[in-house]
């Protein structure tokens, strides 16, 4: 069998054409640390784990090598998916739920990783095993480690493998045009640990995760109170333009994370102190986050105001004059469009919607294209004619995703406008609660 990390002409080309579309799903891709990725050594990147295989792709669009991943193995089911995905460098990893009997082939996947280390390829594991749709970093399985302490028994003397800690952060789950973050951390070096691990392997493995664990949490997101998670989290963005002028720092959505972790630091540290000073904030965000289902948009809408100013005339007028192109758009695009929407609306709210859209879309749509393209050249059969519509479908595809994005935006600030201003309420309060800490 063909090793799962030999050159492919195919995974190439087809590595560029996807990160090419998953970088253009997003308003903005901010992709910090890279230097930080070790060049010729055995590494495993290790991300948290919240939006299936669109975490996978964060980490294969921002690395400037191929990537094998491991994913849950019910995915592998059908073989001619299993095909396709070991053609995309993924093995499977069985979990007890997968049935105590099947445990034993995670062996197979187990020397592979290894053997890939041991070649210097990048490996990424996913460290928290499964994934959950909250901002919040999960424990650490010990099949990361195992296969890290593995491959450095049989590496050179000199050489160590290197574990490098992953935040990945993004402005919504579920759809296109929100921002993306990618923190690479320093690597955690198994040379630090090989030493005690030799002497007490169960105790440095979990000294090991606990270190893991950290790094991450530093990295990404990490909401970790169950009670107040919908208020800290909305509190997060409704008071991090206020706060990122308070520090002075740029406005760029790393900063803005910073910031929101900040804001979930204070408050947590609130929780832990005196539980009793949030019941009034509580209050506040339940009641803006029940006619708010997607707190990032909305957050970032309420900055712009409350009032009719020049920006909502503004966009008021491109939507007009762009109207022409909407329509142009909507005949080639919008039964696929709503077609995909429809064969993954079983999925939305549970972190796997974008992994099926995003699929769909990548492998769907150009076939669709060259359909309609065929279809003209029977009509008027010249080249530059139907090379001219067929690169004009996609462009149209990305404008109508641009074009829904700002009628989201004019049809949230009217609402600013006609709702009571509960935010500013959250604010003053957050305010007290701040000058108080």
């Not at 402005?171 to 929100?178: E, L, S």
């Not at 059969?381 to 996609?394: E, G, M, Q, T, V």
């Not at 003053?428 to 000058?435: A, G, I, V």
Request: proline share 4%; glycine share 4%.
């Amino acid at each position: 069998m063909e090793k799962i990390y030999s050159p492919s002409f195919f995974y190439s080309a087809l590595k560029v054409y996807a990160t090419d579309i998953f970088k253009r799903s997003f308003s903005v891709v901010e992709v910090n640390g890279e230097n930080n990725i070790p060049k010729g050594e055995s590494v495993i990147f290790a991300p948290n784990h919240q939006n299936a295989l669109i975490d996978a792709m964060a980490i294969l669009a921002t690395t400037p090598s191929k990537v094998i991943f491991l994913a849950r193995a019910d995915l592998f089911k059908k073989p001619t998916i299993a095909k396709a995905l070991r053609a995309l460098r993924i093995m499977p990893a069985y979990r007890i739920r997968d049935g105590i009997q099947n445990l034993k082939k995670n062996n197979d996947s187990f020397d592979q990783s290894v053997d890939t280390l041991l070649h210097k390829e990048f490996l990424c594991l996913m460290a928290e095993g499964g994934q959950d749709p909250h901002r919040r970093l999960r424990p650490l399985v010990k099949g990361m480690f195992r296969i890290a302490f593995s491959t450095q028994e049989q590496l050179p003397e000199k050489d160590f493998v290197k574990i490098v800690p992953v935040g990945i952060d993004y402005g919504n789950y579920d759809h296109t045009g929100h921002h993306l973050i990618v923190n690479y951390g320093k690597p955690i070096t198994i040379e630090d640990y090989w030493k005690d691990y030799q002497e007490n392997a169960p105790v440095t493995q979990n000294r090991l995760r606990d270190e893991l664990y950290s790094r991450m949490s530093e990295l990404m997101m990490d909401v970790q109170s169950e009670k107040y998670y919908d208020t800290f989290y909305a509190s997060s963005y409704l008071f991090n333009k206020e706060m990122l002028d308070e520090l002075g720092l740029d406005d760029n959505e790393t900063n803005r994370l910073i910031v929101r972790k900040k804001i979930v630091s204070l408050l947590s540290k609130i929780e832990e102190e005196n539980e009793s000073e949030l019941a009034t904030l509580d209050d506040l965000c339940q009641k803006w986050n029940a006619s708010h289902k997607d707190v990032a948009f909305s957050a970032k809408v309420r900055e712009d105001g409350c009032s009719f100013d020049f920006l909502l005339l503004l966009n008021i007028i491109y939507m007009v004059v762009f109207s022409p192109f909407l329509i142009y758009s909507l005949i080639f695009n919008g039964w696929p469009f709503a077609l995909t929407k429809h064969l993954t609306k079983g999925t939305r709210g549970t972190g796997f919607e974008f992994s099926f859209v995003f699929g769909l879309a990548t492998l769907g749509f150009p076939v669709i294209y060259l359909i309609y393209t065929l279809i003209a050249a029977f009509i008027y059969p010249h080249w530059p004619f139907l090379l001219a519509f067929f690169c004009s479908l996609p462009v149209s595809f990305y404008f109508f995703i641009r074009y829904r994005w700002r009628w989201s935006y004019v049809k949230e600030r009217f609402a600013n406008i006609t709702k009571p201003d509960i935010v500013s309420s959250i604010k003053s309060e957050l305010r007290r609660l701040f000058k108080k800490d």
